[in-house]
C-alpha cells in the first residue's frame, strides 16, 4: 500500500480531472496500514494545512476523524468534519479535502466489493454518502471498531468481521429510514440542536421552531431520526465532550457542567452509556494513545 503524500500540493481546479486513488492509497503520511476481513484499516495523518487536488476512490470507504479539522466538497455540497465525526463515501465519488490549520488524523476504512455483495444478497444497499456528525450509533459502531483493531494484541476476525457487519448493516439501514419524507421543519430543529445542543433546551422552544405541537415534533422526530429528542441531545454533549476531553486541563466538572449535563454524575452516567467508557477511561485510553497528530 502506497502513500501519496508526495503528490503535489496544488488545489484541484473544478473543471480538472479527478485523480484516481487505489485501494489503501490516500494523500497524507500513512503511520500504519492493516487488511482484515475484506477490508482496508489505514491511519492517515496530516501534519499541516492544505488543499489537496481533486480526486476519487477505487473503494468505498468510511473515514473516521480522531483530531484536527478538514472540509470536503463533493459536487455542490459542502461539508466541514471536528474531531469524533464519521463520513462514508461509495466508491467513485470525485471531491476536494481541505485539510485545517492543525493538521488532521483519518481512521479510514476501505471495504472490499464482497460486502457490497453481501448487503445485495440482503436486498440492502450503501451507495450514497452519510455523515455523522452527531455521535451517534454509526459514530461509535466504528470507534469500537477503531478500538478492536488498534489495540487488540491478537487479529479476532470474528471481532472485526461482526462490527464491519453491524456498521454496515445500520448505515443501510439508516439510508433507507432517511429517504423517508421528511417535514420541512425537520432541518431546522436538527440545526437548533447541533448549534445549541450545550445549554438546556426545552420541548416547547423546540416545538415552536417547528411550528407543532410538542406531542407531534416527539412522534415525527423518533420516526425519522430513529431516536428520541433527549437521546438524541445526550448524543451530541458527548461527542462534544469527547473532543474536549483532549485537552488536559479541562477538568471533568468543568466538562459536565460546560455541555449541559445537570451535574457530573449524570455526565458520567450517560457518557458511560453511549461509549462505553467513563469520562476519565476514554482520556486514559484515547488521549495517550496516540491521538494526536
Known amino acids: 500500500m502506497s ?3 508526495a503528490s503535489p500540493n496544488v488545489s484541484g481546479a473544478p473543471s480538472s480531472p479527478a485523480q484516481h486513488m487505489g ?11 492493516r487488511e482484515q476481513c475484506g477490508a482496508i484499516f489505514t491511519d492517515v495523518r496530516h501534519s499541516s494545512p492544505r488543499r489537496l487536488p481533486k480526486h476519487s476512490h477505487e473503494l468505498a470507504f468510511f473515514a473516521l476523524v480522531l483530531n484536527g479539522h478538514y ?6 455540497s459542502e461539508g466541514q468534519y471536528a474531531p469524533f465525526t464519521l463520513m462514508f463515501r461509495p466508491a467513485g ?9 492543525l493538521g488532521v488524523r483519518l481512521y479510514e476504512i476501505e471495504l472490499r466489493p464482497s460486502w457490497q455483495k453481501r448487503l445485495a444478497d440482503c436486498s440492502a444497499a450503501l451507495d450514497t454518502p ?7 450509533p454509526l459514530f461509535w459502531l466504528a470507534m469500537k471498531l477503531f ?33 423517508r419524507h421528511a417535514p420541512a ?21 423546540l416545538a415552536r421552531e417547528a411550528g407543532v405541537h410538542p406531542v407531534h415534533l416527539s412522534r415525527v422526530f423518533r420516526r425519522c431520526v430513529g431516536e428520541g429528542i433527549g437521546e438524541h441531545v445526550h448524543r451530541l454533549r458527548v461527542r462534544t465532550a469527547c473532543e474536549r476531553l483532549l485537552a488536559p486541563h479541562v477538568s471533568l466538572s468543568e466538562l459536565s457542567c460546560g455541555t449541559g449535563f445537570a451535574d457530573q454524575s449524570h455526565f458520567t452516567r450517560a457518557f458511560r452509556k453511549i461509549t462505553g467508557l467513563t469520562p476519565a477511561a476514554f482520556r486514559s485510553a484515547f488521549r495517550f494513545s496516540g491521538l494526536r497528530l
Open 3 to 5: 502513500n501519496a503524500a
Open 23 to 33: 485501494a489503501g492509497n490516500f494523500f497524507g503520511a500513512i503511520h500504519g496500514a
Open 71 to 76: 472540509r470536503e466538497r463533493c459536487g455542490r
Open 93 to 101: 465519488v470525485p471531491h476536494q479535502d481541505e485539510i485545517g490549520p
Open 130 to 136: 452519510r455523515d455523522d456528525i452527531a455521535g451517534g
Open 147 to 179: 478500538r478492536e483493531v488498534e489495540a487488540s494484541p491478537t487479529r479476532d476476525d470474528l471481532a472485526v468481521e461482526s462490527l464491519l457487519v453491524e456498521i454496515l448493516s445500520f448505515a443501510a439501514r439508516s439510508s433507507q429510514r432517511e429517504s
Open 185 to 205: 421543519w425537520l432541518p431546522r430543529v436538527l440545526d437548533k440542536l447541533q448549534t445549541e445542543h450545550c445549554r438546556r433546551l426545552r420541548l416547547d422552544e
